[in-house]
């Protein structure tokens, strides 16, 4: 019974940072955010693996970056919209050892 338990308390517990990005979309006073044409900034830090959810966020005036935390890794990089084949090409600024890449963060606040 623990086990079904824990599977059941799995789906609500961790779906939080989900419910932010669908909430993005239906909340009336994001919307007026969305289609006002400022430009808007969402930072990851120590959640930093949940950068892959960006893809959720719901407008093109809505940007993705970094802020410093205790990871020392390497940070995904943004595609560049520009290029052709830009999934494809290795961006500026990569390394193969996982080493902290410093012109991934952006200062803050800003």
Same mark, same amino acid.
Request: glycine share 4%.
């Given at each position: 019974?623990?086990?079904?338990?824990?599977?059941?308390?799995?789906?609500? +517990?961790?779906?939080?940072?989900?419910?932010?990005?669908?909430?993005? =979309? *239906?909340? /009336?006073?994001?919307?007026?955010?969305?289609? !006002? +044409?400022?430009?808007?900034?969402?930072?990851?830090?120590?959640?930093? =693996? *949940?950068? /892959?959810?960006?893809?959720?966020?719901?407008? !093109?005036?809505?940007?993705?970056?970094?802020?410093?935390?205790?990871?020392?890794?390497?940070? /995904?990089?943004?595609?560049?919209?520009?290029?052709?084949?830009?999934?494809?090409?290795?961006?500026?600024?990569?390394?193969?050892?996982?080493?902290?890449?410093?012109?991934?963060?952006?200062?803050?606040?800003?």
């Amino acid at each position: 019974m623990s086990i079904n338990y824990f599977i059941i308390s799995t789906l609500p +517990g961790y779906r939080a940072p989900f419910d932010l990005y669908f909430q993005l =979309h *239906r909340d /009336p006073a994001v919307q007026d955010i969305i289609n !006002s +044409g400022k430009s808007y900034t969402m930072c990851y830090g120590k959640e930093w =693996h *949940r950068f /892959p959810t960006s893809f959720f966020v719901p407008s !093109s005036n809505w940007n993705v970056r970094f802020i410093r935390s205790d990871f020392k890794g390497q940070l /995904p990089n943004l595609y560049s919209p520009m290029a052709v084949n830009g999934t494809k090409i290795i961006p500026e600024n990569m390394n193969d050892d996982n080493l902290e890449e410093p012109t991934r963060y952006v200062s803050f606040p800003m």
